[in-house]
């Protein structure tokens, strides 16, 4: 893990830095170039000043008559004498040959005609030049140009000074671009180490997750993508604390559960094996009923670990849920008036949905075994079922008692009893209501428990009546 994190680190850095460098780097070629172009303009301009005599001289030599200067053109010596005549390089007064000059005047200044035509002079042309109007006023205001000077930046420069300048420009230039690459360094530095310290904390708490350990939880500190990490971990975490301890509490209840019928057959079976008890019918139906107890906690066990997977509800038809209502309450009738239990049935004649009929079945038999071990005789059981907003409504109501309000939300948990005591002695695991929320569930619907306008208990479940 070590060598992952320091790849990441290393990674991050130079992706980081490359970046600074490309871009400082193209900057600085781009800013050097320019200086130098620029600098070359910057020369022209200053020496075009220096032509301001010739310029004059020559919008006076100009014979409208005979226009573009035709006794410059025919004779090149001219052309040099007429510039040697009114150009005399800057720091020798006296020097009488262009060609003298350092930055060679003679072999850059060209004449052009009006349409821009070389009529004599320098014949190479660098891409850097400067260009001047030649003009019967100073400002060409009274028409076009007559025609132009064009001074062309020297191949090379022998000017020390001008040397000198252009090497303290690179130099400071290249100094800054050092400093802006140290500095963009320091800063891909930090913020590999910003992004990195989350992440860190991050793996370590995933080593507590996976040692099984959930307690841990990470201060979130910052408001980024990364902060949002950690706050998923920490519901991560949170989640993973919740399922342990429901899961002790799963196994410690189902063990608990399955220990009572366990513990009544044993002791039947023991007293039988002493001749305590002899196997009349009487002991018979005891050992039967802690049979079945076990079987019915066994399957409804089955059930909700099935709870989560398309096993539960697997056998989905087109059903008549009236149908399968009606059949349900005929079924759980002599149970209910064995309770002292009226029940009382207001069904539509046919209500078609696709479900998985057992399971649904299952459902209201539940309910109404439910109803039937927690309602005082003499009472009433009410099972309605009608059609609303493309939901099929079930719902079973009882006569007193009811749930208190507290209590309700909790109903549906596993081994949860309002009355402990009382409900394991009517034969109840605390998985019923647990189990009915799992089927209906599966099946894309809700349940929900509310007191009963009878006064007791009201358990409602809606179904889509089509299934996707």
Known sequence: MDRLRL?????????????????????????ALSM?????????????????????????????????????????RAWNDFVRTHFTPPGNPDQEEINADPLMIGDRLALLDASGT???????RTPVHEQRPVCIDRRCEEGDPLGYIRLNAPVFSDSTSDAFFIRGQYASLAF?????????????????????????????GAKTLASGDYSKRIDKDRTDELGDLIVHYNVLAETLART???EREWISNTSHELQTPLAVLRAQIEALQDGVRQPNQETLAEMHAAQMRLSRL????????????????ADIGREDLADIALEAAETARPTLEAAGLEIDCACPETL???????????????????????????????????????????????????????????????FYRAEGSRSRALGGSGLGLSVCKA???????????????????????????ERT
């Open 439 to 465: 089927i209906v569930e599966a099946h894309g619907g809700r349940i929900v428990a509310a007191p009963s306008d009878l006064g007791g208990l009201n358990v409602t479940f809606t179904l889509p009546e």
């Open 176 to 204: 800054s671009a050092l400093i802006a690459l140290l500095v963009s360094a320091a800063a891909a530095f930090l913020i590999a180490r910003q992004i990195l310290v989350p992440i860190k904390r991050l793996e370590a």
């Open 118 to 124: 070389r009529i004599a002079g320098a014949i190479v």
């Open 36 to 76: 130098r172009d620029g600098f070359s303009q910057y020369l022209l301009r200053g020496e075009m000043i220096r032509f301001n005599t010739l310029v004059r001289e020559l919008a006076l030599a100009h014979d409208p008559d005979a226009p573009g200067w035709p006794e410059l053109a025919d004779d090149p």
């Open 298 to 313: 066994v399957q409804d066990l089955k059930v909700l670990t099935y709870s989560r997977e398309p096993e539960l509800v």
């Open 352 to 414: 078609p949905l696709n479900c998985d009929r057992t399971r649904i079945a299952q459902v209201i038999d539940n309910l109404l075994q439910n109803a039937a071990r927690y309602t005082d005789a003499p009472g009433k059981v009410r099972l309605r079922i009608w059609r609303a907003d493309g939901l099929a409504h079930v719902s079973i109501d009882d006569t007193p008692p009811g749930a208190p309000d507290d209590v309700l939300p909790s109903l549906f948990d596993r």
């Open 244 to 246: 342990s301890q429901a």
């Open 7 to 31: 790849s990441l680190t290393t990674k991050i850095f130079l992706a980081i830095a490359a970046t600074a460098v490309l871009v400082i780097g193209t900057m600085a070629l781009l800013v």
